[in-house]
């Protein structure tokens, strides 16, 4: 990402809030580059976290925008740490105009094998924190007459996608479902809402999961046979996810409303 390419300005002066910002590792995760990309093009980012140990690598990525990077820890699963964030956040920059969540996390297993447990753990992460952000923001915007959320789910929500996840899946397509159902309430006060759907990009996430699974086989094994997937010839990563939120965020979006940007390099068009 070569910022002097970036900066063109697409959300010049605008308020960021962006939950889920941080990453599990070293590299280009989702929120991490949405906060950056951000940045980049003007935004003034709040980056959030729950990790304050994921934050400084976000800074330093973001390089001489990192000016426009200021950094909260927040747990987005208690709602009133949240909107004692957003108040903060109206208090200290007069407004908010982009609201991007970035929270989640597959846990493995079928209906038969996921405990009721883990599908109200996957419930509450995924979904959940959707609802509870947007619900305190959402009023704000409203009263701005103007915003716009992008919600990041996954392909997950519309296809298999190699593993049963049922609770991340059925969570993912409600963020989905979500964001369609918001979309068209708050049109009516100049509010955007839609949804980015990752498909299996090579994020710090995935290194974390493919170092766990690494007993049960090679992991360059693992990786190719994730690359086979995907029609294009390479795999994409967080900066991919990052160009299309900038891209829903920006006011080119501005008849886009209440609808999904894929971005999978192809493979969920595939029929096989």
Known sequence: MREENSQTGRVAGKVALVFGAG??????????AIAVRLAQEGAMVVAVDK???????????????????ETQICDVQDSSQVAALV??????????????????????????ALSEHDWQKQLALNLTTVFTTCRHVLPIMARQRAGAVVNVSST?????TGAPQVGYAAAKAGVMQFGRVAGVEYAQWG???????????????VDAFLAVQQAA????????????????????????TANAVLFLASDEARFITGTELVVDGGMSARCD
């Open 217 to 240: 086989g090679d992991i360059e094994a693992l990786l190719q046979k994730r690359r086979k997937r995907i029609p294009l010839p390479f795999e994409g990563d967080g900066r991919d």
């Open 23 to 32: 990453c599990t590792g070293p590299g280009w995760g989702n929120g991490r």
């Open 51 to 69: 990790d304050v140990h994921s934050l400084p690598e976000t800074l330093e990525r973001a390089g001489q925008s990192r000016d426009r990077i």
């Open 87 to 112: 108040e903060q956040t109206l208090q200290r920059h007069g407004r908010i105009d982009i609201l991007v969540n970035n929270i989640g996390g597959p846990i493995a297993g079928g209906p038969g």
């Open 191 to 205: 509010v955007r809402i839609n949804t980015v759907l990752p498909g299996q990009l090579h994020t710090p996430l």
């Open 156 to 160: 997950s929500a519309i296809r298999w």
